[in-house]
């Protein structure tokens, strides 16, 4: 009899939660993203009424938005850090569910999973070394290096790395509460709405909205490609949705680059290397249950 | 008996040999770094000259300045890509040595093999992740994941990423001849001297220098912590013997994480994480005996 596997992947609007027996999902559900309480409460219930029809989990796979202690030795493991999330700073995301489901507990960042995800089934099979990022309401990156995730000290966060302004948005103060014009601060769904007055997909497709954001993201590109060197980096989330950004995104980068090390200087010769995610929006769910596989 | 390991460390300056047996140097010498074919046949030349008296090596350990092909699969494997350093550029670093001295030889760059030196024997020991960044002639940064060094394809050249600009540097073109005003071209050695006409440490310790060089360096370390977020930043290099230059990058660091994820928003909060090295100008030779014992 296969193993039945619990996967949570707890975002900033919407937690999604799943049963897999034998790789096939035998339930799952959508739970929107309120208080901790409420919507822990509503994640544990659905694998309490799982486990009352298929038995016992096997284990549970946590891909969550961050920053999360990830230190197995902290007396805060398993915890939200200082998040811009109201209220959820200091909750505990392992011990409910350890507690009342009877299993173990696998917890990663929502990115960190689905780059995994990428690199076991996606876009990024075959990749030794493997960069997510996704681009919504926040902006996060994963890493995988040799089949593992790079957990280090606390974890990457490579939203908030600094950026050079574009000439024509020097003067937008950025959106970010802890760095103001950080690459969230200036790229995020919430960066795009605040200067443009609505989101990407409801700007004409030649708005200067993908010049100036594609100039961001292609200085994140280009910076993992210089400091991570990943053979492969999937851009996933709601703003990557659109192709005129994943392509102006890829054009910054290779501007930056400029054929150094290696790297092409057109964006065509990066157009193996920064692509959308094979797994679509699923790539944080199936994390999450890799996450349980190998627990 | 003991195996005899070679090691060899191509800088941008000087190439610096050494023979080890059981732990001990039993030989070593430093060659200029002038063309490749003159520069190269006298680092032939010790090591042959270190098997007539010793015996054959058991293997030899490369540790170079880069982008190097360090993709074993490539036709052009271990020869230097287009680099800034005249002549240079093609320069097969591995088979001339494996042919001539019979020996399995082992290349990985510069900044990687310190990376994974003071992981074993210095600032970064018992760290599951630490990067080694190198800041002098050239900068660029060596990054060890779980013992191993990342070269992902190509590898990581973080000396090239782009930086916000200081706003007392704004009119600084840069010295970098592929990206101007990346990184290296606004904080390196020669950039520093072609903007206040002297190294750093010809110049008085309260120069606006030290603030305008670690407001970049502080970026690339904040960017580290925030892509790979390694338990150590070691920062060796020439420049870096500057005192108050590692505490100015701390200070940088520090505000621009302003207390995100986990870090500390004080530059003392730092103290442990952005260190100088352990082995001092030593990490990339043991590197290269290190990467020699591994053969």
Redesign the interface.
Known sequence: MSALLGAMEAGGTKIVCAASKGGEIVAQTRIPTRGPDATLAAALAFFEAVIGEHGDLSALGIAAF??L?LRSTSPTFGRL??TPKHGWAGTDLVAPFARRLGCPVVIDTDVNAAALAETMHGAARGC??AVYVTVGTGIG?G?V??G?T?????????G??????HERDAAFPGVCP??GDCLEGVASGPAIVARYGAPLDALPSDHEAIAVVGHYLG?LA???L??????RIILGGGVMSSEPLLRETRTAAAR????????GASAASLEQTIVAPGLGERSGIVGALVLAERA
Request: without cysteine; charged residues 20%; positive net charge.
């Open positions: 961050g920053p202690d850090l200082g030794r070394t990156g890493v290096v040799d593992r790079l957990r280090g000290s606390p974890h990457p966060e490579m908030h790395i600094r950026v050079a302004r802890f760095h200085q280009a910076n993992v210089l400091m991570i060197s990943p053979e930056l680059l400029n054929g150094y090390g290696g790297y």
